[in-house]
Each structure stands twice: as structure tokens, then as C-alpha cells.
């Protein structure tokens, strides 16, 4: 607890007010706090609690805030309770009881110098011992050093050890993080020491001092005055009990004797714990750094086990002795080296799991750390081959840090588990383990149990008959017993045996087989002239094709002759296992052609192996269903052309923009094909309600009926509403393809120029964007259209508009002679420029027609063909650059025009129109099946 006169409140740390729950108000107060560096600090809320000073209590509202001390009394504490506080004689006085103080100086006086007795170098990122002489003996004898900031500031650390201060001199344990080598003089303080005051010997784990205070406020049966009596006599007399294990409880300054009965004396530590404070007791002997810690510690871990009594016992003092002497003797761990490769051995047990990470250093296997752990009761019904999995499992999984991205030789005494891993479709908790172990880079080697002893080699047992894990896997896998037994017993499918009896078994690799296992002499030609162009082929190569372990091998040579690599000659049954594993799983990583043919030919060679590598990496699926075509298909553009105004026009939605001060987000676009006259009108939404009632006020009251209306899928336009809106003034509704914008390209490219415009002039918060869309229209409108060579005002009035410019800078105008004569003209001036327009439109058609065929496929479809569909989809809580844009196979169900195709994914599901540049020809197959 910290006096602070500086201080105007009292404060205390927030976990420890959290211990008293009852008393703690979550209110924040209506204050600031504001600490000695200017910074304002959070106050969390209220603790009315008892404060002992002495051997009084008083009751007082405390602050809660994150500090760091646990507590510090401010001046509306020492003002409300009248403290005196004496900085002189270092104490506080109330009520005529003085309290001592300690001071920050008092404390630093206790430390004492370690000064460098000669002087030394220490190399570059390198730790060693130097030798160090207290700069004054007497004022304590065992200490803890600690290193000092000068040291620390030139890149030294200093490892606090406990030292023996009467020694002439004491080893310091310093590191060098540097990169460069460091120098220490003669003389220099290369660390502190901090005075020990008690080294009581106890279990691991048991940090927290047991204070009489504390075990006297558990009391029963006391009241407050009788606690407080029974603690003044005990402090006044604390140095009669028991300061150590060793001491029994007996004392020579006294003329009495203390019976304890069958209870330690109040200071020795008790041995049990509770069990939430079981990994805290652990936590320094754990098998992290000591061998077969689950097999010592298992004594231990019974005592802590549900329903069981606690009975102290010599085994269990055994164990305990035994954990505490491994942790002071050999063997001495090994730094990892990042340039060598790490070798993991890992065994299991009926009672735990063991692993043994080390690396090979020159001709020795040095180990880096020890990792162990009991097995529970579920675990320890696991059947050998499980418990031997569940050991490489959490094996790994402890040594993530030392082992993820790189690879590392895992070597276990149970050869089974090399086919437990290739399982084909594993379920339930073996495929968790199985996808677990994916995310690692190893290499698995089976050792004999006699050579595997590292790491708990025990003797091996049967599966047991009641494991129903076994039992399950051979129905569900496939697997065929040696023995009639319920135990999964099967041989390694890759063994030596397996392989070549899978190439006696094709006949393209029979022949060279039988004759290279029966002679080495080459067969003629009139030998081998009968056989399969595949088995010539193999005989071309004879001189390449070596045995091993009864097993045919290539072997490859790089035409310089300095690298070489052996190539299993892989027979027909086994191709597709091995494309499996080298594109589709996660190690293959469903690349494409080239790398799975450079990591195939890494490992295999058989007759047409690229060609069989190319057809595996197009046919599967879920390469077309995530990277599509190299090539898409793209069909041959499709003209609309009219010859009069408001015959056809067209219709979008251009939003949402920010929401303007009228309410307004989105723009209404409509526009005449003929004539390219725009509208663009601001609308707060685009409910069909909204859409439809634009339509009739903004176009249809000044323009009359068009004849068709074409728009997107958008859900406003196809609505009852909408639909029945056009019905009744007939008007046809079409509509484009799903996801194919270019089918209502003209008003797609006049979004573009609206939105172009607009940047221009909005303002910086971009909420006036509906006040500059009149005068965009006026721009627009008075322009030439490239299509038309015309303006729209020419094309729909006969006449160009008269702009601001022209009011500045002036302008004649034509003043008809009467309304008869000005109709003749306008007739006249409307036929002349409609047909100026339809030549003008036919031409702008045509260039448009080659530009876009030129990079047209030309592929038709015919009905019954499978294809692919483009589909990107976005949803919720899925990154769309994540998602499979292709989906198949459909079917082509009918050809509708040159461009537009119905598809359908099954006979019962819905049709759908697609536009041919969204479907490609479908050639994959579903590998997962095969």
C-alpha cells in the first residue's frame, strides 16, 4: 500500500477490488483522474471497503482505476481520519499508534553491486559466465542479481540467479543480443543483488506467501475482538513458530512444548492443492523440460483425479523428489539451430504420450526439449494405433513454434501409422487429426522399438476386442483383417511387396519385370516385338530401369550428370491414387499442369504420364469451378436497330449515391434509342411503387407510350406492379440476361457519363449531386451523339436549344413568318435529320458489330451438351475473392437464339436463360467420386 500525500483521492487497482464483488458499485463517477505524468486515466467505479492500518480498521469509499500499485491512500483518506504524517521518523500516526513507513531510498539501500573481476569480451549473440566480485560483503549473504540499466542499455542481459554473497567470487550469466562482440571492463557493475530473505524448500508452484493474517480471517468460531487478540499475540511472538520443513515445530526459548497432533506447524506449506491450481504448481517441471515427466509426475496426477482421497504416500514423496532432482541435473537441453534439420520421436503408453524434439549436431542427436502428458480416462480406452496417433497429434502441436514451415523427420515405432495417413476418406476424430497434421512438412520413418527408446519405447500391445474405433473403420473403409479379428491389421498398400505385385499385374510393366528379376540381359527385340507399344517403350529404356527392394525404378540423370532421381515405375492401378495426392490434396494444391508435373515426375514415371497428368489437371472440377476457362466463350453481337423515335427505350437504376438534403439516393435513368434523349431523375428510393410512378410523371405525361421498355433483372422492374403497369398502357417489357449488363449497353454507358459529370461539380461531401443533374441534362441534350451525328434536342424537336452562351455572347434566330410555315420546316427538318440518323445509326452498328466479333469463339451449343456457368455470388460473411465463380455441370435444354441458351442443373430444378458469354464447355469430372 502506497502513502501518497500528492494524491487527492484514494485509489485501488481493479483486480483486486474485483475480488470483492459485493462491495464494488460498476457506476462511473462523475470525476476525472488525472495522474502525476498529465495523462487522464479511466475510473471504472466505487468500492466502499475496510482499510487496516495498524490494528484499526476504517470504513471508506475507495476509486477504482487501473494503477499500478495495489493500493495508494490519498489525502481525503489522511484529512477524514486525521492522519500525521512524519517524513522525518518515516511514519504515520492516528490515535496515538504510529505506523512505520518504508521508502523507495530505504529499499535501494538493501542492493549490492556486482562488479566485473577481470575484464572480458563477449562475442556476438553469444551467452557465457564472467566472474564477479560483490562490491561490499556483510550487509546480507544469499541474494538474487538482477542486471542494471547501463548494462542493459549496451545490449547486455544479465540472468537473475541466486548467488552466495560470501564467496570471494559469484558467476554472472550474461548474453550478448548484439551482433557485434561486447567488452566489459575491469571494474564495471555488471549486475545488482536483491537481498533473499527466507529460501524455504516446498513444492513447485506454491508462489504465494502464507501469511498468519490471512489464515487467521478463516477462523471459526472468533469474533473481531478475539481475532484481533489472537493476531497481536502471534506477531508479537512470530518467531516461535516453524520457519522451514526441516523445522518440526519445536523451539529453545520458551519452557513449553507445542503438540501439532497430525497437523504441520503453521508456516510449513500444506503438499495439497486445489485443482484449479494444479498447472500453476506444475508449470516449472512440466515435460517440457524434463524426460518422462508424465510417467514421474502419474503418482502425483492420481492425487488430484475427481472421487479420489488424498493420501500422501512414498511413492508420491518419490515422485515429488524426483521431479524437483531432474530439474538440477542431466541431461542439458540444446539451443535449436535454425540451419539443422529437427527430428521428432513419439511414442505412447497405457499411461501417457511422449515426444523427444532434438537435431543432429555433427555425429550426435542433441536434444532441444522433452514433451509428455498423462492420458485421461477416455484416452487411455484408445486402442495402440490411436494412442500412437494421438501422440504425433499433440506432439507437433506442442512443438508448433519450433516446427510449422519446415520440414522436419518424424520417426515412430509404429509402422501402421504410414497408412493411417493416406486414408482415402477418413471420418470423426481421425480426420480432425489427419487435417491437423496437413498444415506440417514431414517425413515419416519407422524405428524398432529397441532403438526407439528416446521417447518412451514400451512394450507394444494388441488392440483391445472392445475398441469399437477399429471395428468402425474397417466397415467404413474398406479394410481386409490378416486375421479374423476386430482389430484393424492391414499391410502397408505401398510396402515393397504391394508394389510389385500392383507391376506384375499390368501388363505393360510384367514383362520388363519378369525379366529384369530373372536376368539382367536385355530381351530382344523378337522377345519383346508382341507386346503393347507401352511395354516397347519401358524396353526402350532398359538401361534406366534398376531394382530395388524387388521394386522398378527409373532412374534419371540431368544431361550434365549433376543431379539424379529415382522414379518409381508407377503400374496403371495406382495413377489416379498418385494424381490425387500430387494436384487435389492440400499438399498438391490443385496447381496446374506444369507443377503437378514437375512434382509427379519428382517421384513417378509411367507410360503417357503427361498426357495423363494434362487430362487429370482439365477434367477436375474443382479447378473449373474456382479458375474457369483459360479461353471464354464469347458469342457474336446481336443488333437492335430502330428507325423512330420512342419505339424502344430503355431504363436503369443508377446508385446508391450519398443521400442528398431532399432525401434523394438514387438516379432514375430513361432513354429513347432513336433519339438518345435522357431523363435523369433524383428518387429517395427504387421500390417499384416509386419507379412506376417516375415513369408516368417524368416520360409517359410528356412523351406519350413508348412501344417496348427494356431494362435488367432488377427486382423493381419485374415486380407485380411494374408488370401490370405495362400490361395495361401495352407496353412490351424485355429484359436483359442475368449478369450480361452489355444487352442494355446504351444506358450502361450513360451511367458512366452521368457519373463523370457529376464528380466534377459536386461538392466535397457529395450530398448536392441532385442539384447539377438539370443542368448535366441541358449539356447532354444540346450535344452531338457520336451514333447519330445529331444532338438529341435536333432529333426529338427539330431544333437546337438555346444555351446560357448564347445569351452572353448573342445570337440571330430564325423567326418564322407564321405557325403554318414553321410546321412545314419542322416537318421538313425532322424527315432530313431522322434519316441523316437511321444511315448514321445503321453505320455506327456495323463498326460496332466487327469491333465486338473480332474476339467472338463462334461456339454453338447444341441441346444435351453440359456446361459451365458463370456465377460469381456474394455473401454475407464470405470474402467473395474466396468463392468458386463457376458452377456445373447444366445442361442445355434450348437454344433460344444464337446467343441466348435455357440450362437447367437437374431434371428437377429451375430453368434459367443464360447468354452464351457465361457458358463454357464442360469437361471435368468429379475426382472426390473416382
Avoid at 735 to 763: K, Q, Y
Wanted: net charge positive.
Amino acid at each position: 500500500m502506497l502513502v501518497d500525500t500528492g494524491a487527492n483521492v484514494t485509489l485501488v487497482r481493479t483486480d483486486l477490488a474485483q475480488k470483492l464483488k459485493g462491495n464494488f458499485i460498476y457506476t462511473a463517477p462523475n470525476i476525472s483522474l488525472k495522474t502525476a505524468t498529465g495523462e487522464k486515466a479511466e475510473i471504472h467505479g466505487k468500492l466502499d471497503a475496510a482499510i487496516e492500518c495498524g490494528s484499526r480498521k476504517f470504513q471508506h469509499k475507495i476509486y477504482v482505476a487501473d494503477i499500478t500499485d495495489p493500493c495508494i491512500l490519498g489525502l481525503d483518506f489522511l484529512q477524514k481520519f486525521n492522519f500525521m504524517v512524519d517524513l522525518e521518523k518515516n511514519e504515520i500516526r492516528t490515535g496515538g499508534e504510529e505506523i512505520p513507513l518504508f521508502s523507495a531510498r530505504a529499499e535501494d539501500s538493501k542492493l549490492c553491486s556486482v562488479l566485473a573481476k577481470e575484464k572480458i569480451i563477449i562475442p556476438a549473440r553469444s551467452e557465457c559466465l564472467i566472474q564477479g566480485v560483490p562490491e561490499a560483503s556483510g550487509k546480507f549473504r544469499y541474494a538474487v542479481t538482477d542486471f542494471p540499466s547501463q548494462v542493459s542499455q549496451k545490449g547486455v542481459l544479465v540472468a537473475a540467479t541466486l548467488v552466495d554473497l560470501k564467496k570471494e567470487a559469484i558467476p554472472v550469466r550474461v548474453l550478448n543480443l548484439d551482433h557485434k562482440p561486447k567488452t566489459i571492463d575491469k571494474g564495471a557493475v555488471i549486475a545488482t543483488c536483491e537481498p533473499v530473505v527466507d529460501i524455504v524448500a516446498r513444492p513447485q508452484g506454491l508462489s504465494e506467501s502464507l501469511h498468519l493474517p490471512s489464515i487467521l480471517e478463516n477462523l471459526e468460531g472468533l469474533n473481531e475482538e478475539q481475532r484481533t487478540a489472537v493476531k497481536e499475540l502471534l506477531q508479537e511472538f512470530q518467531n516461535l513458530f516453524s520457519t522451514s520443513d526441516s523445522d518440526v515445530g519445536r523451539c529453545n526459548m520458551t519452557q513449553h512444548r507445542i503438540n501439532t497432533g497430525n497437523h504441520p506447524p503453521i508456516k510449513q506449506y500444506p503438499r495439497r492443492l486445489p485443482l484449479a491450481k494444479k498447472e500453476e504448481a506444475e508449470r516449472l517441471v512440466k515435460g517440457r523440460f524434463v524426460r518422462n515427466f508424465s510417467a514421474i509426475a502419474r503418482p502425483l496426477h492420481k492425487l488430484t483425479e475427481a472421487r479420489s482421497n488424498f493420501n500422501w504416500t512414498e511413492e508420491c514423496e518419490k515422485s515429488f523428489n524426483s521431479l524437483k532432482q531432474a530439474l538440477i541435473t542431466s541431461p542439458v537441453l540444446t539451443y535449436p539451430r535454425t540451419d539443422k534439420e529437427f527430428i521428432l520421436d513419439t511414442d505412447a503408453s497405457n499411461e501417457g504420450i511422449g515426444a523427444v524434439l532434438s537435431q543432429k549436431i555433427g555425429n550426435e542427436e542433441c536434444v532441444i526439449a522433452y514433451f509428455s502428458k498423462s492420458l485421461g480416462k477416455p484416452e487411455r480406452n484408445y486402442c495402440v494405433t490411436r494412442k500412437e496417433l494421438l501422440a504425433i497429434v499433440k506432439s507437433i502441436e506442442h512443438f508448433h513454434h519450433y516446427l510449422y514451415g519446415r520440414k522436419f523427420l518424424l520417426r515412430t515405432d509404429h509402422a501402421s501409422l504410414r497408412w493411417l495417413l493416406n486414408f482415402r476418406e477418413p471420418e470423426g476424430q481421425i480426420a480432425r487429426w489427419i487435417q491437423r497434421l496437413q498444415e506440417y512438412d514431414f517425413e515419416i520413418q519407422h524405428r524398432k522399438g529397441t532403438s526407439h527408446g528416446n521417447a518412451d519405447a514400451l512394450s507394444r500391445r494388441p488392440c483391445k476386442e472392445s475398441c469399437k474405433h477399429c471395428t468402425n473403420a474397417e466397415k467404413k473403409f474398406g479394410m481386409e483383417t490378416a486375421i479374423s479379428v476386430k482389430v484393424l491389421t492391414t499391410e502397408d498398400a505401398w510396402s515393397s511387396s504391394e508394389v510389385q505385385k500392383a507391376q506384375l499385374e499390368d501388363p505393360a510393366i510384367k514383362p520388363i519385370l519378369e525379366r529384369k528379376l530373372n536376368s539382367e540381359d536385355r530381351p530382344s527385340w523378337q522377345e519383346i516385338a508382341p507386346e503393347s507399344p507401352a511395354t516397347k517403350r519401358y524396353w526402350a529404356l532398359w538401361d534406366s530401369l534398376h531394382l530395388k527392394d524387388g521394386v522398378l525404378y527409373r532412374k534419371w540423370e540431368s544431361d550434365d550428370g549433376s543431379s539424379c532421381r529415382w522414379q518409381l515405375i508407377l503400374p496403371k492401378s495406382r495413377i489416379q491414387e498418385v494424381l490425387r495426392e500430387t494436384h487435389d490434396s492440400a499438399s498438391g494444391g490443385h496447381f496446374g499442369v506444369m507443377k503437378t508435373l514437375s512434382k509427379t515426375r519428382e517421384r513417378f514415371y509411367w507410360d503417357r504420364l503427361r498426357a495423363d497428368v494434362e487430362k487429370w489437371c482439365r477434367e477436375c472440377h474443382a479447378c473449373g469451378a474456382r479458375k474457369g476457362p483459360k479461353t471464354r466463350t464469347k458469342g457474336r453481337l446481336q443488333r437492335y436497330n430502330v428507325g423512330a423515335p420512342f419505339e424502344r427505350m430503355a431504363l436503369d437504376i443508377l446508385g446508391p449515391l450519398p443521400v442528398t438534403a431532399k432525401g434523394n439516393r438514387y438516379v432514375l435513368v430513361l432513354m429513347d434509342y432513336f433519339t438518345k434523349w435522357p431523363e435523369a431523375i433524383p428518387i429517395p428510393d427504387q421500390e417499384a411503387s416509386t419507379v412506376a410512378e417516375e415513369l408516368v410523371r417524368a416520360w409517359i405525361s410528356r412523351y406519350g407510350v413508348p412501344m417496348i421498355l427494356h431494362s435488367d433483372q432488377g427486382t423493381n422492374f419485374n415486380s407485380a406492379l411494374f408488370t401490370e403497369l405495362c400490361k395495361l398502357l401495352g407496353i412490351l417489357k424485355t429484359r436483359t440476361t442475368a449478369l450480361h449488363p452489355e444487352s442494355d449497353g446504351m444506358v450502361e454507358r450513360f451511367n458512366r457519363t452521368i457519373l463523370n459529370h457529376l464528380s466534377l461539380f459536386v461538392s466535397k461531401n457529395q450530398t448536392d449531386w441532385d442539384t447539377h443533374l438539370p443542368l448535366f441534362l441541358l449539356a447532354y441534350r444540346s450535344a452531338d451523339h457520336e451514333a447519330t451525328g445529331c444532338t438529341p434536342a435536333d432529333m426529338l424537336f427539330g431544333r437546337t436549344l438555346r444555351l446560357p452562351c448564347d445569351i452572353l455572347f448573342g445570337r440571330p434566330s430564325d423567326t418564322p413568318s407564321s405557325p403554318n410555315e414553321y410546321l412545314n420546316n419542322l416537318e421538313a427538318r425532322l424527315e432530313s435529320v431522322h434519316a441523316f440518323a437511321r444511315e448514321r445509326i445503321k453505320l455506327a452498328s456495323e463498326r460496332m458489330k466487327t469491333r465486338y466479333d473480332s474476339g467472338a469463339t463462334g461456339h454453338h451449343f447444341k441441346e444435351g451438351d453440359q456446361v459451365w456457368m458463370y456465377n460469381p455470388k456474394r455473401r454475407r460473411g464470405l470474402s467473395p475473392k474466396l468463392q468458386q465463380n463457376w458452377e456445373g455441370p447444366y445442361t442445355i435444354v434450348k437454344k433460344l437464339n444464337d446467343v441466348i441458351y435455357r440450362v437447367q442443373r437437374s431434371p428437377n430444378a429451375k430453368p434459367k436463360v443464360i447468354h452464351i458469354n457465361r457458358l463454357t464447355p464442360y469437361r471435368a469430372t468429379d475426382h472426390s467420386s473416382v
